[in-house]
């Protein structure tokens, strides 16, 4: 079967870095989607990546490393803003998107 | 419009009836989905479509059907809601099948 884990919830604090991580086990892989998902809104997209390494973007980094089948996503300099659903997604063999549960940021002053 | 609508926002339902919920977009992206979101299960894929005129099957596509007849539009087909379908719905869509996908703002369903 296809399993995407992430932490269900984490808590922070404003200013801070936190890494959200997220491990795969997937029928194949064609890259892994970031997402961000505020409150009664949709998801929108934060990062990509397909090769392994990691891909900078402000104040948001996303790792990845395939031979693990693990990926993180950084948040540094954490605003209030922040708090969110993050949400990891693979595309697997057949180009769709298999999606983690997403993990609940609480971003504490 | 741009980007990406849906209609309605919000809907309650009798078990039983029949609804369309309706999704356009206008940015000319090939590729269409409609998702539905639960607590705690994150997104499951109902239907897609990779072009105008083909639909696919997702994970949970049970109870519902999708047409695409032309780029822009995807509505997704409940024939006879039961309670279980409550949930948010979610339309995206995508330029290519492996692309970054955007997502419309939801619908609301409670089906009573």
């Known amino acids: 079967g296809q399993n995407i884990d992430q932490p269900t919830e984490m808590t922070a604090t404003e200013g801070a870095i936190v890494q959200i991580n997220c491990t795969y086990q997937?029928?194949?892989?064609?890259?892994l989607f970031w997402y961000q998902q505020h409150a009664g809104e949709a998801p929108t997209f934060l990062s990509y990546?397909?090769l392994d390494g990691l891909e900078e973007k402000g104040r948001f980094s996303s790792f990845l490393s395939r031979s693990k089948g693990y990926s993180y996503l950084l948040l540094k300099e954490l605003q209030m803003k922040d708090s969110a659903s993050y949400l990891c997604?693979?595309?697997?063999?057949?180009?769709?998107?298999?999606w983690g549960a997403g993990t609940k940021l609480i971003i504490k002053p | 419009i741009a980007g990406i609508t849906q209609a309605p926002t919000s809907q309650i339902l009798a078990a039983g009836r029949r609804m369309t919920l309706r999704c356009t977009q206008d940015?000319?992206?090939?590729?269409m989905y409609w998702y539905r979101q639960d607590l705690g299960l994150g997104l499951r894929l109902i239907h897609y479509?990779?072009?105008?005129?083909?639909?696919g099957k997702g994970e949970v596509p049970d109870g519902y059907s999708v047409s695409r007849a032309n780029t822009d539009d995807f509505p997704l087909t409940l024939a006879s809601a039961v309670p279980s379908q409550t949930s948010v719905y979610f339309c995206?869509?995508?330029?290519?099948?492996?692309?970054?996908?955007?997502f419309g703002p939801g619908t609301r369903l409670l089906v009573l």
């Open positions: 995206a869509s995508s330029p290519g099948p492996q692309e970054t996908q955007y």
């Open positions: 940015m000319r992206h090939n590729a």
């Open positions: 479509s990779n072009t105008a005129g083909t639909t």
């Open positions: 997937t029928s194949g892989f064609n890259g």
């Open positions: 990546n397909v």
């Open positions: 997604a693979v595309v697997d063999s057949n180009y769709q998107l298999i």
